[in-house]
């Protein structure tokens, strides 16, 4: 139906509350698609083209709005649109699916829920921010909306205005109070609290404004004060959130700090309108809070939304863990170089006898459930003995060094040259790791293998299981490819893991609390105690990451098995591991194009490896900075360039330059 007709009905039906032909006016302007701005923009000149030829049209649509807006309950969408409600992560999780499967019932006396029926378009927020203030203005102005006007005949709105305002001020006092923001800023008890005083400012300033409406020749005060209490507020939530770098943060904490800063600034909002008397300006914030409404209520069942809003804080310390992490993955000279060397064939010695473990454990007759947990406890209990030994397996790497160079982003550090020079640093680190692990996991587990056969006369991967350790590897005729690209989102999510119990380990206090246990202080001594309990501060997050890493990789191809899916793990360091024992089960006799596809197997193993890792990490670090890189192609200039002119800095570590010269004090000899 055309607009004009709508208008017409409109004009001549008397004024009701009923929202039907408000939904048809939606209806009519809403574009075919929400992202063609054009149409919807032409749609609203013609509005006001036709309210502009007839004064009569804009009075009845005028009021009508008025009569839907004035006739019901608007204290709701303000205080609580928009806004994270007070229950928890998993519980408002819960009840948005459930709201997903059957809405909840929509009462006609709510402008909250009248909001909802207009604009029923998950995808109206878009249209709506996409049209210019301008255009939204000149629709306000064809409707001849005056602020005094509107104040003056209908003194609902103030009175539902001043409601909500003090509903949030209410709640900002009551958030301020909760325990979990004390025990992270304690200074809240020891000062007199601006979110007690806030809400003293509220109570005066509404009872002056109240009374201001029914004489106006009563004084009354601005919301300067309030604005200055806010403030202190707002000041006070972000030493709060910087605190959470050093102590973590938890997801309930998230939440509120979440709950806090909205109510806050909506206060802000609510404040704004009541003061202005422009308006020019009544419109503008108007308009502002009228979007953020759409946006709000489009996304109330949002899934995804709540993720990113509840969780942003604990993703950014999760990664900001991983990236101090990630610091000691990075090899700036050649003294580390050749320790990351060391430190990588160390692990690699290690994966020999775990890849060795794991094929014996393989020969038992076993049901599906007790093969994972056996091959979980080999991979588990050996990630963890090569942390403790400070051993690095190189694909553990990404994960870490995708959240560092975040980071360097994040605190204004890029500058190409300098990001360039990260890159390199991380890509020879990772290289020479993963040249460490290869170099003695596959003559470890040769050896082990020949040594087997000596001792016992059989091999411990016989030549069926040899030929079936070659086909995993080949990544033409099997999924070893895909399979990799799994292990790669099992790496990401261990470095998650890293990073959230480190995360906790802070939170929680947890070395403070194991180190007052008296039995325990009783059993080991109150010294050595102290020691234990800072070393699971410091490593909790790594032994908790390389455990469940191993849980991963030992139970998905389990996993695979019972639900009758072709999903299993692909790791480069067991993969040449596997090369090593299926080479010895067939006495060595493999033809070249078994040794080249094999090989070239585990090289392209080990790269998908660290390509899933690396893209998922460094996405996941981005977005809990809210940073994008738009400087990409000039970057992959940048390292090219490199490339061509210095190849062997992707490899090997420049020479440090040495510093020349006359000491000062030499001169004045």
């Avoid at 004064?55 to 204290?75: D, G, H, M, W």
């Avoid at 304690?186 to 109240?210: T, V």
Wanted: glycine content about 6%.
């Amino acid at each position: 139906m055309s607009i004009d007709s709508i208008i017409l009905r409109i004009t001549s039906t008397p004024v009701s509350g009923d929202i039907g032909l408000l939904r048809e006016l939606i209806s009519a302007i809403r574009p075919n698609n929400a992202t063609n701005t054009i149409e919807v923009t032409d749609r609203l000149h013609a509005l006001c083209f036709r309210l502009h030829a007839q004064p009569a049209s804009a009075a009845a649509l005028r009021n009508y709005l008025f009569t839907i807006i004035f006739t019901r309950k608007s204290v709701h969408i303000f205080t609580d649109t928009g806004i994270t409600p007070s229950d928890g992560f998993w519980s408002a999780a819960v009840q948005r699916l459930l709201y997903k499967l059957l809405p909840p019932l929509v009462n006609d006396d709510y402008l909250r829920d009248v909001f909802s029926t207009i604009f029923d378009h998950s995808d109206d927020y878009l249209w709506i921010d996409a049209v210019a203030d301008e255009v939204w203005l000149s629709v306000a102005t064809a409707l001849k909306f005056r602020v005094r006007h509107v104040r003056l005949k209908h003194h609902h709105l103030l009175n539902e205005l001043f409601s909500a305002i003090q509903v949030l001020s209410y709640r900002i006092c009551t958030i301020g109070l909760e325990s979990e923001l004390v025990r992270n800023y304690p200074a809240i008890e020891r000062y007199e609290s601006p979110f007690l005083r806030q809400n003293d400012e509220i109570n005066d300033y509404l009872k002056e404004y109240r009374r201001w409406l029914n004489d106006r020749t009563t004084p009354r005060q601005d919301s300067q004060n309030i604005d200055i209490l806010l403030t202190q507020c707002e000041d006070i939530v972000i030493k709060i959130r910087k605190t959470a770098s050093q102590k973590g943060v938890s997801i309930s904490l998230t939440r509120l700090l979440l709950r806090l800063t909205q109510s806050m600034q909506r206060l802000r909002t609510l404040l704004a309108l009541v003061e202005s008397n422009h308006t020019t300006d009544t419109l503008q914030i108007a308009l502002h809070l009228f979007r953020e409404l759409v946006s709000a209520d489009n996304h109330k069942y949002s899934l995804r939304d709540l993720l990113d809003t509840n969780t942003n804080l604990l993703s950014l310390q999760v990664t900001e863990h991983a990236g101090r992490s990630g610091e000691h993955y990075v090899a700036t000279n050649r003294s580390e170089w050749l320790s990351m060397l060391r430190s990588a064939c160390g692990a690699g010695f290690i994966v020999g006898f775990m890849g060795t473990i794991k094929i014996l454990v393989s020969k038992l007759a076993l049901a599906p459930f007790a093969y994972a947990f056996l091959f979980s406890m080999n991979y588990s209990l050996g990630f963890m003995l090569v942390h403790i030994l400070h051993f690095t397996i190189a694909t553990k790497q990404p994960a870490m060094t995708a959240a560092l160079i975040a980071k360097s982003l994040d605190q204004g550090h890029h500058k190409l040259n300098d990001l360039c020079e990260l890159i390199v640093q991380v890509i020879r680190t990772q290289f020479i790791a993963i040249l460490g692990n290869i170099a003695l996991a596959m003559p470890t587990a040769y050896l082990i293998a020949e040594v087997w056969f000596i001792s016992t006369g059989e091999h411990i991967a016989n030549p069926e299981k040899a030929h079936h350790l070659l086909d995993e590897l080949n990544p033409f005729t099997s999924l070893a490819l895909f399979h990799a690209a799994i292990a790669g989102v099992c790496l990401f999510l261990s470095g998650l893991i890293s990073g959230y119990y480190d995360n906790k380990a802070s939170y929680n206090n947890i070395p403070e609390r194991l180190f007052q246990l008296p039995t325990m202080q009783w059993l080991f001594g109150t010294t050595r105690w102290k020691r234990i309990t800072d070393y699971i501060g410091n490593n909790l997050g790594a032994l908790a990451g390389n455990f469940f890493f191993g849980i991963m990789l030992g139970s998905i191809g389990q996993l695979g098995i019972i639900l009758g899916l072709p999903i299993d793990i692909r790791h480069i360091t067991f993969s040449s591991a596997n090369f090593a024992f299926a080479l010895v089960g067939l006495n060595n006799h493999l033809s070249w194009q078994v040794w080249i596809t094999s090989l070239f197997g585990i090289v392209m193993i080990g790269m998908i490896n660290l390509a899933v890792s690396f893209s998922l990490a460094l996405m996941v670090a981005l977005r809990s900075r809210n940073i994008s890189f738009i400087q990409g192609h000039a970057l992959v200039s940048l390292l090219w360039k490199r490339l061509i002119h210095h190849g062997r800095d992707f490899f090997y570590p420049p020479k440090e330059p040495t510093i020349t010269g006359t000491p000062p004090d030499s001169k004045k000899e």
